[in-house]
């Protein structure tokens, strides 16, 4: 295959030249020529498999700042820069600018051949190593619809790309192909748009949309066409390969499609990750909000329940609470925008919105923050419904194996807890025993002593009774006593928890001085 090669000069004679040279060599294709920079940007929008860019030094007078510059956008693509002379001067400039070779303006055919193919090897293995990458990130899309025009969709949606800025790479999306706004309002003037990249469906990347996209307030911006019959070019297919490709290259990105349905943004709304229908506390609206989702299922596009609908513009002394807008659209309300008044009208006439905190601004952060949180939450709910299925469908799969292993598990729990009932009950009646041997031991003791102080003949009936109350309840009933002068026998029943047999323990003391 030919190494395809794109020309950026402006000198009549050097594309004479070049125009020669590709001609005798079946090695090369000259894909384009460039005569300015935005001829440039264009013929590399539209030549995706273009390998190396020759830019003139001469270019505007300005080539090696161009070089640099589209070195940089184009990672992937040898720029070689085109000199008077190819010296090692000239070899340092190129290096410095991100060039990988350098020509002379007047190079013979060998000479360009034999540079250009070895930078179109080093461009092959460049592309076969990022091909194999697959690291890349899967971005969030969140699509934000109107119930109908003028709900304030537009204005929610740059809200909540410029809220998640900073700590997320954002895109903003307008596609609203036929009356898109965001561009006035971040005061761009655009040149490029979304349906230019129809042609490029097939094969979008990272730098087609640095390309088309603007970079606004931290977050990059992909504007509607300026002129609203161009909406005709956009496709479906189109449309589902910018979403693969936003998805790529931004952490989230926020796309407005505003309040009418077309294939392309129904897509869109079908693919999305979170899709958010913007309407206002009146009847007008509410009733629209109804009538879209019912329409976006009757389609089969989305459900009622996978679309959160949001009021704006709520104010203290609307009629319509969001409990009655809930009744009204038939569905839930996750939350209400207040009115920004008067205040918040000129910021967005003055496209001063991004760079201006307002209570506007910090609802629907704290909107979109929410919802995030709740869908993560219920991704964890659902991964682990998904881990006690996979489990339950194990057991059940052990349990089938074989007939007499049905019911082990069954059978099992009861032995277990009746094992450890009983081990509970042995050691509960051992420490009874041992209370029980200990009050009678202490009662004898205690009668023991009395004996010794009264004497033998005064002391017996005396040593019985203290030996009596020394006996706590349930011990001192059944309790015997039996005294002489030369010791104390205690013998008291032990309440027994296991068997109903009488169990006795019986404790001897000698009298002290015998």
Known sequence: MPIHVLLATADAATIEHWTQVVAEAEQLALDGVGRSLDEVQGLLLGNQEAEVLVIDEQLEERGLEFARLLSGANPLMAV????????????????????????????????????????????AAARASASQDTTGRSGRIIVVAGAKGGVGATTFALLAAQSMVGVRSVGLVDFDLQAGDLAPYLGVQARRSVVDLVQLATNLSGRVLREITYEVHGLRLLTAPGHGERAEEMTVRAARAIAAALRFQFDVSVVDVGDHLTEASAALIEDADQVVLLTTPDLPSLRAARRTLALWERLVVRSPGGVQVVINRQTKTTEITQQLASRIVETTIVGAIPDGGQGFERLMNTASVPQTPTPVGRAVAALIAAQAKAQEAEARAASVDEAVEEISAKRKG??????????????????????ALLLFLLFAQGLVYATSFLLAREAAHSAARVIAVEGCSQGQSKARQEAQDRLASPWDRGARVTTSCSSVTVEVEVPMMITTSNTRAAVTVPVAGD
């Open 80 to 123: 070689v820069l085109l000199a008077d002379q190819a010296g090692p001067a000239q070899a340092v400039e190129a290096m410095e600018v991100g060039a990988r070779a350098v020509l002379a303006r007047s190079a013979s055919l060998a000479d360009v051949v034999g540079r250009l193919e070895g930078v179109a090897q080093w461009v």
């Open 398 to 419: 052990r349990r089938g194996r074989k007939k007499g292993d049905r019911g082990q598990s069954a059978l099992e729990t009861p032995v277990i807890v009746f094992g």
